[in-house]
């Protein structure tokens, strides 16, 4: 089977993407094969603004209901593999939509949402993320992760702190994930993992997605969608081949305002970072060159079984155990 023939034949999940929704990225995600996403639809947004992203995003789908499909379970990334369509599953990038209301967790779950974002970047009602003081989860942070394993939301822990990320890990009774990182052991940055803190995350269960965001990979602007392989092979080393998938980070068609909003404390407030140039890694600039990946990581020697399952199958087997079907 030729590395073309093995993506068309693959299920294959980006586990992060939070491109501007509009029917060119469906079509882009078709045109790169993808089986299904995780969209984010809330970063600094509380509850009444991400139900209307909520709302904004299903009228969307509706309309291009020939190229995409709504994902509540397991079966319907199946099912959307079968039909030729994208499945789109709702994430959130921050727990701040839940604000201080537990209840808020199983409405949004009935609404769509299966992976939340503990915290972004920042401290929240939960706990920290990545770019300051870190104190840890919260008392009311064990209560929001306790009803996320009760309902079926995955938490992720991608832009959180290392100490709230261990004792999310260890209260979980589910599997976590970081959706979407890199190795510090390849490029120190605070959005990387170090090799102990992947190590940590896999030997309890949870699951690592890698992204290609070039500011955090360790040949960055220059990268190449070998330098992302390059990446994906290190973190592989340590967590092993079933804990591993594929989280892009793809910000298709933002505009540099968006990246200010990104890098400001809730939208607005203090500077956290500066990306400096945005690109995606030559190679795999759009969605739709995806099936590249593919090819880069057979030309790397991963075998057939490898590529399948780094390119979807291990995110379909840690969704369904979280989503419960």
């Given amino acids: 089977m030729t590395p073309r023939e093995l993506h068309d034949d693959a299920i294959v999940i980006d586990g992060l993407i939070i491109a ?3 029917r060119e990225l469906f079509e882009d995600m078709r045109r790169g094969g993808l089986t299904a996403a995780n969209c984010t639809v809330s970063v600094w947004e509380g ?6 992203n909520i709302v904004r995003s299903n009228a969307l789908m509706a309309e291009c209901s020939d190229l995409v499909r709504p994902v509540r379970t397991t079966a319907d990334i199946t099912r959307a ?20 209301q537990i209840g808020y967790v199983e409405v949004f779950k009935q609404l769509g949402v299966g992976i939340v974002q503990m915290c972004y970047n920042t401290q929240n009602l939960v706990g920290t993320g990545c770019y300051e003081r870190d104190g840890g989860l919260s008392g009311f942070g064990r209560e929001i992760v306790a009803e996320m394993n009760r309902v079926g939301i995955m938490c992720d822990l991608s832009h959180v702190g290392e100490k709230t990320s261990t004792e999310v890990i260890e209260a979980s009774e589910k599997p976590v994930c970081y959706s979407h990182c890199l190795p510090s052991g390849l490029k120190e940055h605070p959005r990387n993992k170090s090799d102990a803190e992947l190590k940590f995350i896999a030997d309890r269960g949870g699951f690592v997605g890698v992204t290609m965001f070039t500011p955090f ?30 989280g892009t980070d793809f910000t298709q068609g933002h505009d540099q305002d968006f990246f200010e ?17 945005i690109i995606n890694p030559e190679g795999i600039r759009t969605i739709g060159e995806f099936p590249n990946l593919t090819e880069a990581l057979s030309r790397r020697g991963f075998s057939e079984p490898q590529v399948r399952k780094i390119m979807g199958e291990n995110w379909v087997r840690v969704l369904k155990d979280v989503w419960g079907d």
């Fill in 20 to 22: 501007k929704w509009n």
């Fill in 261 to 277: 909003w990104l890098t400001h404390d809730k939208g607005y407030a203090r500077r956290l970072t500066r990306f400096g140039k």
């Fill in 47 to 52: 509850f009444q603004a991400t139900v209307d």
């Fill in 81 to 100: 593999k079968e039909e030729g369509r994208t499945g789109i599953l709702y994430g959130f990038q921050n727990a701040h939509a839940f604000e201080d």
């Fill in 217 to 246: 990979l360790r040949a960055g602007v220059d990268a190449t969608v070998d330098d992302y392989v390059e990446a994906i092979e290190y973190v592989m080393n340590i967590v092993g081949e079933d804990a591993i998938g594929i």
